[in-house]
């Protein structure tokens, strides 16, 4: 069986994912839609093909042996947006991780990369299969060549060879190559003859076999007008036949070694960390099963060389060492869950006391004591991951008083962007000791000796990670603002939140049926049954059978995408019946179904984690479920929100959401007088940009210039190209250039503090926020344009997204030890981006809207007012 050598078009496949899904952006602006496409696309060629060579070719540049011949050849197609640009290193620096050799060369395509290696990799016996979404490689097919072409959006592939070539056009590979001289091609600017298209040219290859026979016999070609044009343009036709030839013999040698796949799969990992690709963070070692790097199979897993164990069984035992700790004011210690937090049990505890190290089993007979050395608030503990810690004693009951110092928090402070923080890096890096520990091993990290070993290194960890904290500035921070807050979202999480189970499974059952419906409603306005999540069938129905105007075309036929039926809504009933069975069915499957295996069959409650140490930016994110990504305004969300009510003992669920942080922090940040004032007057800041911007009085501003201001607003701090706020807002990129650079015409001090902020970054090589909190930034002086341009971005939306997430962090401690001093039973639930919701009593609602509206609204001060809108009601959707 001979072996398969995937050649991929980089360039097309980037260029295709990019524009079939919406514009992803992680939290520090940095967009991803089309790195997540190929990656989506690639892993699906390797599960399915399981290649045993892999390469990618890329364009170089626009300047090839084409454009030197013929200056037109794709002269037409418009500038990269930088939006895409930027993505094609981020794609480059996954493919090297994934150890997937990239190939380009100046002066040629990437087509012609592509002819060269199959046609070397075919006489050393290989198999190749070329994946493109651009048909001019289907004059490469060949007995062992294939073509994979895109044809649905990123998800479907079309295989095509010499047989289906045959049935589809009636040509063999070469004669495409000849079709193309006749008719050209509008994409790539190529002119062929007037008057030919795909039809006439393939009713002339059918009789003359080529183009040159064509040409040859012009006197037998049927029509006078084409006869006309043949000797017209004959040489343009030579012409167009020469730019449509694909090179196949390129100086390129090909040596099968050289194109292995070898993943170094944690430098993959943390790419999609970087990426915030959080569906495949964890998936990476069932993603690339075949695939091994070298190093990583040759790795052995050392054992660490743990401490003897010691053992403490008795209460005598423990007193003794609370004594012995009591003596010295501070421990070190490494907790064992077992299970899933936060409602984990206890396998037990490691504690450092000195140059003392002992583990507490499960079956310890003085746990009243251990936890009263815990609530010891004379007493400092160092730990990792401290919020482990207090999920334990929350759940026993027990408080955790003793003075925290978290090895993690601190890490990820001095850190931000890291992949990962596991204790035997940071014993690497700040203690200069290499245990090589396998900290994925979670049958090691379960073991007593390895708690042993933990609470050891995190308590010689603490003096130098303090330090570090201090020299940047971020002491404060840690102090004040992140430690409080692990107390917080611990108790949040314990508490989970109550799910309507029998609301939940009457929507559910509701929702398929009325899906059910809708399906019939659909077929019925159609006339005919069809699939109707195929694109080419609903494409047919719509632009052919019902004749709706065409909105979008793609290289494998119309687009049907939510822009284009958005844009045909209420030209059609089908439309609006579409568009609604698209909302039923993602409702259903993305939250009905994965809600009700997360909830606790004796409590009816969801208990989500919040991760405090994911997001560069200082944003909380959580998971299982992932509550931030419930759509905000829209029925789906709202919906949704219904599912979320108040626990036995409680009579309203409160949401209180700050009103346009963001905009307010930049406000103050930028001191610009005409957002201060707006602020200070209460104003609409969306309708007084809309006023500014489009020079009309705000009486006159209408719904949609307010809608396209509000995109201005909330675009321009991310630095926002044409391209992306034309195409967020539906008007020609000339039109959005317009209103950015009016923008800044109007709010000159935010243009200032934009630019100053660029030139610190440029100065110091990181930003901070106005809590201290500080983001690298190693490409800000970097030669590749798109890597510096990045880092620009992410110094201009870092100090604003960073200070939002640090407010809404202090607003969360002080309602949480409001509640907690005033001895109230309401309590903190979610956080979810700007937003705190509660459960609280009815004899406690009029005393907790004013506690929390005051401890948000108080939580710093700013030359803006913050303001806070406090809703409750008998559901999350009715509280907002």
Known sequence: ????????????????????????????????????????????????????????????????????????????????????????????????????????????????????????????????????????????????????????GITEMETVDVPALKEKYG??????????????????????????????????LAEFSTMENVLNNIDKVAGKKLQENLRQYADQAVLSKQLATIIRTMNIEFIPEAFGITPAKQAVKELFIKFEFKSLINKVDTLFPGYCAPEDAEKPVNEVEFLPLVTVTSRSAATALYTE??????????????????????????????????????????????????????????????????????????????????????????????????????AEKYLGQAASLPVG?????????????????????????????AEDGLDNLFEQVELPLVETLAAMEVAGIRVDRE????????IAAKIDQLVSEIYLLAGENFNINSTKQLGVILFEKLQLPI??????????????????????????????????????????????????????????????????????????????????????GRKIRELFVPGEGYQYIMSADYSQIELRILAHMAGDTSLLEAFRQNQDIHTRTAAEVFGVAMSEVTPELRSRAKAVNFGIVYGISDYGLSRDIGVSRKEAAHYIASYFAKYQGVKRYIDESVASAHRDGYVTTLFGRRRQLPDINSSNFNQRSFAERTAMNTPIQGAAADIIKIAMNKVFVALKTKGLKSRLLLQVHDELLLEVTAAELNQVISLVKQAMEQAVELTVPLVADVKTGPNWAKAK
């Open 325 to 426: 700790a009591k003596d010295l004011d501070r421990i070190s210690c490494y907790p064992l869950p077992a299970g899933h937090s936060p409602l984990a049990g206890l396998l037990g505890l490691g504690i450092t006391c000195a140059d003392k190290t002992v583990f507490i089993p499960a079956d310890c007979e003085g746990w009243d004591v251990v936890f009263d050395l815990l609530a010891d608030t004379s007493i400092i503990v160092d730990t990792y991951d401290s919020k482990k810690l207090y999920h334990i004693c929350q759940l026993r009951g027990s408080a955790l008083h003793a003075q925290l110092f978290d090895v993690l928090i601190a890490a990820y402070l001095l850190e931000p962007t890291a992949a990962s923080y596991p204790l035997d890096v940071l």
């Open 441 to 469: 091993d979670k049958q090691m990290t379960q073991r007593p000796e390895f708690a042993c070993w933990a609470s050891k290194v995190v308590g010689q960890l603490q003096a130098s990670l303090a330090t570090a904290l």
């Open 503 to 510: 609301h939940l499974r009457e929507m559910a059952v509701s």
């Open 171 to 204: 040509l063999t590979p070469s004669q495409m190559i000849d079709m193309k001289g006749l008719m050209g091609d509008t994409s790539d600017n190529i002119p062929g003859v007037p008057g030919i298209g795909e039809k006439t040219a393939l009713k002339l």
């Open 1 to 152: 069986m001979s072996q398969k050598f995937i050649i991929i078009d980089g360039s097309s496949l980037v260029h295709r994912a990019f524009h079939a899904l919406p514009m992803l952006r992680t939290a520090g602006g940095l967009y991803t839609n089309a790195v997540y496409g190929f990656t989506t696309m690639l892993v699906k060629l390797l599960t399915e093909y399981n290649p045993d060579l892999v390469a990618v070719a890329f364009d170089k540049s626009r300047v090839t042996f084409r454009t030197e011949t013929y200056q037109q050849y794709k002269g037409q197609r418009q500038a990269t947006p930088s939006e895409l640009s930027e993505q094609f290193p981020l794609v480059r620096e996954l493919l090297q991780a994934l150890g997937i050799t990239t190939l380009e060369e100046q002066g040629y395509e990437a087509d012609d990369i592509i002819g060269t290696l199959s046609e070397k990799a075919v006489k050393l016996g290989f198999e190749v299969f070329i994946v493109t979404g651009d048909r001019d490689a289907l004059q490469l097919i060949g007995p062992a060549v294939k073509v994979l072409l895109t044809k649905k």
């Open 551 to 636: 909105i979008k075309k793609t290289k494998t036929g119309y687009s049907t995408d939510a822009e284009v039926l958005e844009k045909l809504a209420g030209q059609h009933p089908l439309i609006d019946k579409l568009l609604e069975y698209r909302m039923m069915t993602k409702l259903k499957s993305t939250y009905l179904d994965g809600l009700e295996v997360l909830i606790q069959p004796e409590t009816d409650r969801i208990h989500t984690s919040f991760n405090q140490m994911v997001t560069a930016t200082g944003r909380l994110s959580s998971s299982e479920p992932n509550l931030q990504n419930i759509p905000v305004r829209s029925d789906m």
